[in-house]
């Protein structure tokens, strides 16, 4: 089938490839000229396991091209995916300049029919709002052409992404006209494992479904940093607590633990957003308020942890953080909890010392020229001369570190660890202050 995907960020990107992948004729279009001059040259300009390889294997194979051409593009595909960007407006809702820019574009050019796609997280009601701006430049053409608009949110992670494409456990489809779905139904036929991977529904529960999962993933982890919060008041440990919901299939032990708040470009922004949408349907959403306020309190627990340590005053020090991304395997920095403790450190005249296995280019993109930043080379390298080492990103290299270097590198042998990847009593007993989350420290 052919298929143009406007948009090459991080969902166009992996599900052009995908697409290509099974044996589809992929277009991407993006307006950005040097990406798509980028990706022309083979090089990512981000960083998802697998995707380079899966890339270059369907270019080669001439399944997959990148162009800046959106006439092309139009009249290629009979699938036109919307994976375009949706930012959050200043209060919090998703602006959606750049969807409906692409459905004046597929609209300008489409001279057959087209089932165009929406594949960006979009609110309830942007299928009608593409529809409207189809119809609108449709009209000024004086065309009449049949099409279907589809909303076919993603569910991609991070990291694991091109897995989760190519073996996903669901595959929504909102859609209010048969012979679209049916087509959707084709496209999607050779990721169905064991049975059938496609739920189909309205276009506007397709919607909410995409935002519903999201924020009950997100309330789920400020569930378990406010649990965590408590544990730390009332002496209880909160990854036995963990242990002992999880094991209760009704709570499950996905996406429960507690950490140093949760970042990146999906969950702050599709909470703030379904919140927005609730608010504009003048329904007050107190539960969503809840899960967003706990999460910007987390992002300061290592900081107030690290001052409590240090008796109130950080002017002067040096702090190590491990992890700078948001999540491991990506690069990543989106919201990520590193940026919210580097910012307080910097203001109370503390400096940093850093490093992560992927985000160091995207860290100095971001804070390359300031004061108080360093980028290492290694983990190890990043711990001379600091005053505690702080973990933000529990990247596999960091779970099992030499603790004799830390300690003998460390100007104090202090471990602040806003992933929980280690025992408390092990590190006291090397004579650590060890600092996790919801964890009572061992004396
Ligand atoms: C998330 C969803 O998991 C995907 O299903 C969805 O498709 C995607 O958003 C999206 O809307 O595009 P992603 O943002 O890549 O994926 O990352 P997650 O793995 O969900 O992690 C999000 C944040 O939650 C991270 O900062 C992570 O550290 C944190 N987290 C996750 C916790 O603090 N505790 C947990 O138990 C799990």
Redesign the pocket.
Known sequence: MRVSIFGTGY?GLVTGACFAEVGNDVICVDVNADKIEQLNRGDMPIYEPGLESMVARNRAEGRLQFTTDAQAAVQHGEFQFIAVGTPPDEDGSADLRHVLSVADTIATWMDDERVIVDKS?VPVGTADRVREAVDHRLRERGARVPYAVVSNP??????AAIDDFMKPERVIVGCDDAVAREKLHSLYAPFNRNHDRLISMDVRSAELT?YA??AM?AT??SF?NELANIADRVGADIERVRIGIGADPRIGY??????A???????PK?VQALARTAHDVDYVPQLLQAVEEVNDRQKHYLFNRLREHFGGDLAGRRFALWGLA??PN?DDMRE??SRRLMESLWEAGASVQAFDPKAMDEARRLYGDRPGFTLCDSPEAALEGCDALVILTEWNQFRSPDFDLIRARLNEPVIVDGRNLYEPAPLASRGFYYYAIGRPPVA
């Open positions: 969902v997280t993603e569910f991609l992670k991070e990291g995409k999962a999201n993933l789920k982890i378990m996905h996406f429960i633990y507690p950490g708040g949760y970042g990146g470009s999906c969950f599709d948001f999540k990506t990520a909890a």
